[in-house]
Every structure is written in C-alpha cells, then in structure tokens.
Nanobody, 120 residues
Framework: QLQASGGGSVQPGDSLRLSCAAS????????VAWFRQAPGKEREGVAC????????FIADAVKGRFTLSADNAKNILHLQMNSLKPEDTAVYYC???????????????WGQGTLVTVSS
C-alpha cells in the first residue's frame, strides 16, 4: 500500500515536501515513482528511484528544483519540491513497480493523490 501526503496551497517560489509512505513492502525492493496530473492534462512522470535495479528518472521540467530522498527507517520516499511554479499545480501520486518507467500505464500499484496548488 502507498499513502501520499504533504500537498497544500503555496505561493510561487515556496517549497513543499511530499511523502509516500509504503506499507507491506520495502522501498529497497521496488521502484517508486512520483507522477502528477494537472486539470485537463495527462498524467506525467516527475521522478523515480529504484534501489533494486538502479533505474531512475527525473522530469526535465523539475530538474534542479525537485529531489527524491528515502527514509528507509520509516519506509517513506520524500519528494522535496523547491522554487515551486504555478505550472507545478497538480494532483501528485506515488506508484510502485519493479523498474522506473516513465509511462504511468506500466504501474500497477498507486497511492491516492495529494493536491499541490501553486498560486499567488
């Protein structure tokens, strides 16, 4: 099971940290990815890390602003989002699979979303 949290309403330039809490499995054994879906747009990959096979990705749109970090003791994957922009507004989801795929259709396990709104 995956539980996403940490969303909220912030102003441009602010930071947020999203958390994806995993239960029933260990983060080290799977690829865990963050996706986002803005109103009227397709779901897109944001970032992923897989200690299992070393695969990873980060979207060009967030490179240099967003980073992933894992709290292995708590089995939580964090998405630190800095310098937020209005175009980062979306529902953010975490998902699990064996490899870091950029295509959301390849993922079979999803957490519920958490809404991030960036607006002045």
């Amino acid at each position: 099971q995956l539980q996403a949290s940490g969303g909220g309403s912030v102003q441009p330039g602010d930071s947020l940290r999203l958390s994806c809490a995993a239960s029933g499995f260990t983060l080290d054994d799977y690829a865990v990815a963050w996706f986002r879906q803005a109103p009227g747009k397709e779901r897109e990959g944001v970032a992923c890390v897989s200690p299992r096979d070393g695969s990873r990705f980060i979207a060009d749109a967030v490179k240099g602003r967003f980073t992933l970090s894992a709290d292995n003791a708590k089995n939580i994957l964090h998405l630190q989002m800095n310098s937020l922009k209005p175009e980062d507004t979306a529902v953010y989801y975490c998902a699990r699979d064996l490899v870091c795929f950029r295509d959301p259709r390849r993922y079979h396990y999803w957490g519920q979303g958490t809404l991030v709104t960036v607006s002045s």
